[in-house]
């Protein structure tokens, strides 16, 4: 089944404590990006990767990591979590368009964060 | 940056009832997407469509890119459109930077 993984899918931890969520895909999609959804703020676009070993920042990109150094995988890390990164994380994966970047996007089931 | 406005925010429809969301945004796109969320938080993908129209049974799309605007149809609305309805748009010379609108939530009532 054509699908995006996330884990872990609910994750509570303390503040300054490492963490990555991880992100696979099993599509061979080019293009994979990262997301924060806040009540009232919508979804927030973190980071993105265009492919292999390209990735650039989205519009909330502090405080996070990430690094594609496969096709399939795409992890957010968090290297010293904050009561502000508590939100709800999606990973979504597309085609690649060239030039407009994500084709039509696959959700993975999201991962919900909070940092105490 | 680019804005990206939904509207309605809300919106309440009893079963069987028509609407349409609109999607403005302020700045010439090459990437817009429909999503819809369901209540239990899934997001799926409703339509590609940076111009032009599209259809997929009971929903169509419409953008005019020109104009800058899109719209979402849905007709003979059911209990499971219920959710947040969201579009996204990558600004042209742009490439991956996909933007999201606030989404506007349809409460459809049996």
């Known amino acids: 089944e054509a699908q995006v993984t996330q884990n872990p899918r609910y994750l509570i931890t303390v503040t300054g404590k490492k963490l990555t969520v991880t992100c696979s895909q099993n599509?061979?999609?080019?293009?994979m990006s990262w997301y924060r959804q806040d009540p009232g703020l919508g979804l927030r676009q973190i980071y993105y990767?265009?492919?292999?070993?390209?990735?650039d920042k989205g519009d909330v990109p502090e405080g996070y990591k990430v690094s594609r150094k496969e096709k399939r995988n795409f992890p957010l890390i968090l290297e010293s979590p904050s009561p502000n990164q508590t939100s709800l994380y999606f990973c979504?994966?597309?085609?690649?368009?060239?030039?407009?970047?994500?084709?039509?996007?696959?959700f993975g089931a999201g991962s919900r964060l909070t940092v105490l | 940056g680019i804005q990206v406005e939904q509207s309605p925010p809300d919106l309440i429809l009893q079963e069987g009832a028509n609407s349409t969301l609109r999607c403005n945004f302020s700045?010439?796109?090459?990437?817009l997407q429909w999503f819809h969320q369901n209540p239990w938080g899934q997001l799926i993908n409703l339509f590609y469509?940076?111009?032009g129209t599209k259809q997929n049974g009971r929903l169509s799309a419409t953008t005019v890119a020109t104009e800058r605007y899109s719209l979402l149809y849905i007709s003979s609305s059911q209990t499971t459109d219920s959710g947040v309805y969201f579009c996204?748009?990558?600004?042209?010379?742009?490439?991956?930077?996909?933007?999201f609108g606030k989404g506007t939530k349809l409460s459809v009532k049996p």
């Open positions: 979504a994966s597309s085609l690649s368009r060239g030039n407009s970047g994500a084709n039509v996007l696959t």
């Open positions: 599509m061979n999609h080019e293009y």
């Open positions: 990767s265009m492919n292999v070993e390209v990735t």
């Open positions: 700045d010439s796109v090459n990437n």
């Open positions: 469509i940076p111009s």
């Open positions: 996204a748009v990558v600004r042209r010379g742009s490439q991956g930077n996909l933007i």
